[in-house]
């Protein structure tokens, strides 16, 4: 994995970094992948305060990258909705969470729809391998993003 060169300010790395999560985004994405079906009434998750359970909708443009900023794992994310409440997860591949929090999708020029970032308490960079994945969870529409799969340090003591 690459480093991105030091910009010179937070917003010219913001975009920096965005716009090549963009760009391997466009060049992963099949062109039967971009359309998705309608979802049924009865795909609605219910909108409550608790953490979303219903981990199965399927793709609907949303996507998730990472980046290092302040020595923290920090996930990134596009097509929210502007203003909505979006909940990101960071799981180990067993499924136990390692991190969580609530952010509000915002405006970015260089992120289509609503914009997410959640800075987590986990180290970054780390060794190799991705022991973890992230996903996001779009409160407005009820539906998550793909994972993301993560680096997860663990100290060993």
Request: glycine content about 10%; charged content about 15%.
């Amino acid at each position: 994995m690459r480093h991105l060169p030091h910009a010179s300010s937070h917003r010219q790395r913001r975009i920096a970094v965005a716009a090549t999560a963009m760009a391997v985004l466009g060049l992963s994405v099949a062109p039967s992948a971009t359309a998705s079906a309608p979802l049924a009434p009865t795909d609605v998750v219910a909108r409550t305060a608790s953490t979303p359970t219903d981990a199965t909708k399927g793709p609907t443009g949303l996507y998730l990258f990472q980046y290092t900023y302040r020595n923290h794992l920090t996930i990134g994310g596009g097509n929210f909705t502007l203003g909505g409440r979006v909940y990101v997860v960071v799981k180990y591949n067993s499924g136990q969470v390692r991190y969580d929090g609530t952010v509000t999708a915002k405006t970015n020029s260089g992120v289509p729809g609503g914009a997410a970032y959640l800075e987590t308490n986990i180290s970054s960079p780390c060794a190799p391998g991705n022991n973890g994945y992230a996903r996001a969870y779009d409160y407005s529409t009820g539906t998550w993003s793909p994972k993301l799969p993560v680096p997860i340090c663990v100290r060993f003591d």
